[in-house]
């Protein structure tokens, strides 16, 4: 009898820990977290969209892709309606922004290669002021495939705000 208990009480401790180490893994879908840039003079926005169901933790980093001192970030709460980072302003070039975000009391990330694994997303590329014979300050932003994502929120205005969320 006392080897029976002592194998049914080793099962019940051991299936948990089963469990977690078979455990299907956390599998996040591209397009449920998504980052975009908006330019307006030097004024950097960047905005954050959450298709979950859950609270994330985001944080991005814009580095100039000539002066790599010219960094920029932040990070903070993400609900599921999204976030609007408060705009920064910034030295003129052109930058590359890298971004993660992680799921609060999960397993899920979102990002790029570098700082979400594995990578649910492209590098996020802006230019702002005078670049190679340019006049003015106007900003571009390019995530790279064109689309966008800036339609989730609302199109831009003239005054290059985004919609309410």
């Not at 169901?53 to 001192?69: E, F, K, M, R, Y």
């Not at 799921?103 to 979102?110: K, L």
């Not at 590329?125 to 609302?154: A, K, M």
Request: glycine share 12%.
């Amino acid at each position: 009898m006392k080897k029976s208990v002592r194998t049914g009480v080793t099962a019940v401790l051991a299936a948990p820990l089963v469990a977690a180490v078979f455990a299907a893994p956390a599998n996040a879908a591209p397009g449920d977290v998504a980052l975009s840039t908006s330019v307006e003079g030097n004024s950097l926005t960047v905005s954050i969209v959450n298709h979950t169901q859950n609270q994330l933790t985001c944080a991005w980093t814009a580095v100039s892709d000539t002066s790599p001192q010219n960094e920029y970030t932040d990070f903070g709460l993400v609900g599921t309606e999204g976030r609007v980072f408060n705009a920064q302003t910034v030295e003129d070039g052109s930058y590359t922004v890298n971004w993660v975000c992680d799921q609060m009391f999960g397993d899920e990330h979102w990002g790029t290669d570098g700082f979400a694994d594995p990578p649910t997303a492209d590098v996020e590329h802006f230019t702002v002021g005078q670049q190679h014979g340019e006049s003015g300050s106007l900003g571009s932003s390019d995530n790279g495939d064109n689309s966008g994502i800036l339609g989730s929120f609302g199109s831009l205005g003239s005054s290059g705000s985004l919609g309410s969320f």
